[in-house]
């Protein structure tokens, strides 16, 4: 591999710190009901959110629809500007990036969505929607692009890459289609790769598949990961750490197996036993918390989740907001009263 | 505790179905029989293209009308595919009705929840009066946990889990027998989905209908069904009780697809079997039978003969020669069916 391009400045052990991060994006309204109210409403899709990515770790950010999860992942990498709150990337203030320098950084941080038929050029063959990002990132070398689009192809999995090369993404299986989005991802050599519901439309027996070849793509490259996802039992295999969001906020936070085993919020624990488990000897018995997540425009206030919440006291958890504190080692949660799980 | 007092509510004889596309015909069924027993909850499972929601409309006669359907659907003692329209428009609904994926796509966003339903009722009882209609309504929607003063309201009014429940209602206002839930809580969140799931045992229990649910989530079937029936390429390649089928798979698809099935237990499955290659395009299916390409238990007869869905046990039935005898079953053939 070239080595130009894998050269990696380092600060320390984070390579992402994510600090009271922000995201309200206002609500379209008709000209005539702007002028007559004067008020602008806004969806708090993030809402205050702080978090770091340590360098070669995969952490997932996990929650039901409109948590606030996707938006996050594309704050850390700059597909949104944030309303309010700093991500730093390997030490750099993201905020502070002129768009040319914001570009440069571009090649260190890659993603993968969760179609593939919608991320691919129906018209470009899979040679070059693999090798785009080099012409982007390094036009100068023109002539080592096809040799390096080999290799990642063999990487992934689509070998012999001569077979794959000048085909069209209709014309192959949707896993091969998911292994050319990845594969695309990894040719300018991240840091870090956001991962949002990547295998969530693989048919159930390929995405074993396609999480292996990630966690092994992951250990060769170097690669950091922040992997979004609903899906808490797919997060088991694949994640080191996990947060929990629950309405644009980070609810719990840590290690994967210390929160799987010690869930300490209650939201936590009410996602957990939702899951259903492929096993008809351990169906669920415990009855679903009431109530549904409520719109993001108007967040309950104090804890978000008190309106839901099996614990809840009224008179201290409707009026003060809960910080994240840590009541395990490494181990954060956003709940009053979560001492009462320790 | 399966036993022998289960009636058979449907029965499902050599169904093929066949869609004519650009490319050739697809057999998205091919020769599957089976039954549904009356007060169950069928999961039937499989992965996308295997032909399971192929299968749910075809009970329901709902496919396109140059599809090719061959087969029984016995229902009551009649084939439901020499239904004529007339009588196919008074089965539908009234027998069998289907809950859909999709609550927001399949209401009407300018018609109240209460004229979904009474159109429902007069569709079929023209003779029934409004306040009657509505009266049964009311009570329907109650014991589904929507307060009666909703039904006044647009579908835009209601939270997700509450559409849902009126789809669930819809599907269930003019008292069918069977009830086809195609991938129904596919768009739900995890939580929302384990009350829906709550709601459908209990509807079981209280109404007394047979449900064949319809989906890929493995998990989900293992969390409700009696019974699992899993497809694959057009075909069962296994059906039993949901404890047998979990804690004995006999077909290497089946056991190969429970090992891939990830599961949120710490302690469980800490590693995913990775199944080699994708399912198959139908337009081509293998021959043999259609695992043969991916099994690991691959004997040379698998690619020249196709199997047959044949019991093991009472209540176990697998489609897969390990378990079946045939004269050429350990002598390597030379022979190719067409």
Known sequence: MNDQISEKPRSDGKLVEVRDLKKHFPIQTGLLERLMTRRIDYV??????SFDIHKGEVLGLAGESGSGKTTTGKLVIRLEEPTEGSVKFDGIDLETLGSEEMRKLRRRMQVIFQDPMASLNPRMSI???????????????????????????EK?????????????????????????????ALV??????????????????????????????????????????????????????????????????????????????????????????????????????????????????????????????????????????????????????????? | MMGEDKEVLVEIRDLDVRYQTRLGPVSAVDDVSFDIFQGEILGLVGESGCGKSTMGKALMRLLPPSTEIRGKVIFDGADVLTFNEDQMRDFRGRRISMIFQDPMTSLNPVQRIADHLVETIRVHEPEMKKPVALDRIRRLVERLGIQKERIE?????????????????????????LIIADEATTS????????????????????????????????????????????????????????????????????????????????????????????????????????????????????????SLMYTTSDQMVNCWLYQDHPEKDRPTIEVTP
Request: net charge negative; proline share 9%; glycine share 6%.
């Open chain 1, 188 to 342: 300018t050599r991240p840091d870090l790769v956001l991962a949002d519901e990547p295998i969530a439309m693989a048919d159930v027996s390929v995405r074993a598949q396609l999480l292996d070849l990630m966690i092994q793509l992951k250990n060769e490259f170097n690669l950091t990961y922040l992997f979004i996802t609903h899906d808490l039992a797919t997060a088991k295999y694949i994640c080191d750490r996990i947060g929990i969001m629950y309405l644009g906020k980070l609810g719990e936070v840590g290690d994967l197996r210390e929160i799987y085993s010690h869930p300490l919020h209650p939201y936590t624990q009410a996602l957990m036993a939702a899951v259903p488990v492929p096993n008809p000897h351990k169906r669920r018995t415990q009855p679903m918390p009431v109530g549904e997540i409520p719109d993001a425009i108007h967040p309950p206030s104090g804890c978000r989740f008190h309106p839901r919440c099996p614990i809840v006291r009224l008179d201290h958890c409707s009026k003060v907001e809960p910080e994240l504190r840590e009541l395990r080692p490494g181990h954060l949660v956003a709940c009053h009263y979560a001492e009462q799980f320790l």
């Open chain 2, 188 to 307: 739900l969140d995890v939580i929302v989905e384990a009350k829906f799931l709550d709601e459908l045992r209990e509807i079981l229990h209280e109404f007394g209908v047979s449900i064949l649910v319809i989906t890929h989530n493995i998990a989900l079937v293992a969390e409700l069904a009696d019974r699992i029936a899993v497809m694959y390429a057009g075909q069962i390649a296994e059906l039993g009780s949901i404890y047998h089928v979990f804690d004995n798979p006999l077909h290497p698809y089946t056991k190969g697809l429970l090992q891939s099935v990830p599961s949120i237990k710490l302690d469980e499955r800490e590693v995913l079997y990775k199944m080699p290659g994708e399912p198959p395009n139908l337009t081509h299916p293998p021959s043999g039978c259609r695992f043969h390409p991916r099994c690991p238990e691959v004997m040379p007869i698998c690619s020249n003969h196709t199997p």
């Open chain 1, 127 to 153: 040679g070059e929607a693999i090798g785009h990002p080099l012409q982007i990132h390094f036009p100068e070398q023109a002539e080592s692009h096809r040799e390096m689009i080999y290799e990642i192809m």
């Open chain 1, 156 to 184: 992934v999995g689509l070998a012999p890459p001569q077979f794959f090369i000048d085909k069209y993404a209709h014309q192959i299986s949707g896993g091969q289609r998911q292994r050319v989005v990845i594969a695309r």
């Open chain 1, 44 to 49: 708090r899709a993030v809402d205050g959110v």
């Open chain 2, 153 to 177: 309201d647009f579908p835009h009014q209601l939270s997700g889990g509450m559409r849902q429940r009126v789809m669930i209602s819809l599907g269930l206002v003019l008292n069918p027998s």
